[in-house]
């Protein structure tokens, strides 16, 4: 499921007590800063609440002040962080390559969002007989997967909360294990300002440019591959989302 710890995925080793295939990126995880207009000062830690990470995530400020990115990613994008959602948009038909990318993989980000909205903490952990996945389960892990993809394997930095702190040796699925534990206007949050990060932080970067981080046969990903990969995921969790959904209320459709 992209970042699971049991399996490596498409050869990639995780893991800080275990060692990484990604070079050495040991040390204490950064600060972020938050503007004001965020909701933070200019300097706070990284806020406990999901809610409060989702309002003041860097990428509200960012394309909030300048409208557009490097790439034409507009305000838009950012435009849902204080509100925890994603407005869905159908991509446009004859853009280039990497507007075409981009679009396909907000679409299927805020599928997700959709089909989690407006459900009790129960229907949001209602499980299929034959499957141990939840609607909930699928917004915590999937928020991994795009801090996991982006910001640690890509880009080489350090993780983020809560996915630094988790027992990850005790527990090879944590995020689905304890996500029923979490409130669920806290995870839509947790997800989107995942999300936000991950455009901000691909918006100057090339399709072609190279991930820090790399497979165990020490081979490097492209931003093209990366983002077709966020895509082909979130789809295919977007389809037991269907399931799941329609099983809960008898919601149907996009």
């Known amino acids: 499921m992209g970042v699971s710890r049991r399996r490596g995925t498409h050869g990639y080793v995780r893991g ?7 070079g050495t990126l040991k040390g204490i995880r950064r600060g972020i800063g938050w503007e004001q207009h965020c909701g933070g000062p200019a300097t ?36 849902a962080c204080h509100r925890g959602r994603m407005d869905r948009v159908d991509p446009e038909t004859a853009s280039g390559e990497r507007t075409t990318l981009e679009q396909f993989l907000d679409y299927q ?3 997700l969002l959709h089909k989690t909205t407006g459900l009790s903490h ?34 080489g930095r350090p993780e983020f909360e ?6 990850w040796d005790e527990n090879r699925d944590w995020e689905f294990h304890t996500a029923e534990q979490d409130d669920p206007d806290e995870l839509r949050s947790l997800y989107s ?9 691909t918006a100057a970067s090339g399709l072609d440019e190279l991930s820090v981080g790399a497979s165990r046969q020490g081979q490097h990903w492209n931003l093209r591959w990366v983002l077709t990969h966020l895509v082909e995921e979130t789809a295919r969790h977007n389809g037991h989302a269907d399931f799941l959904r329609e099983a809960v209320d008898g919601s149907v459709g996009e």
């Not at 800080?16 to 990604?22: E, L, P, V």
């Not at 609440?49 to 990115?69: F, K, L, M, N, Q």
């Open 193 to 201: 300002a995942a999300c936000h990060r991950s455009q901000e932080a």
């Open 162 to 167: 809560p996915w630094a702190s988790a027992p």
């Open 44 to 79: 706070s830690p990284v806020p406990t609440s999901y809610v409060e990470a989702g309002r003041r995530d860097p990428s509200c400020r960012a394309a909030g002040r300048r409208g557009v990115t490097a790439f034409g990613v507009r305000a838009r994008r950012a435009q």
């Open 109 to 111: 980000r805020a599928t």
């Open 122 to 155: 129960a229907q949001m952990n209602y499980q299929l007989p034959t499957s141990a996945l939840s609607l909930a389960g699928l917004l915590k892990h999937l928020a991994l997967v795009e801090d996991d993809w982006i910001q640690v394997r890509f880009f």
């Open 16 to 22: 800080r007590t275990r060692g990484t295939s990604y």
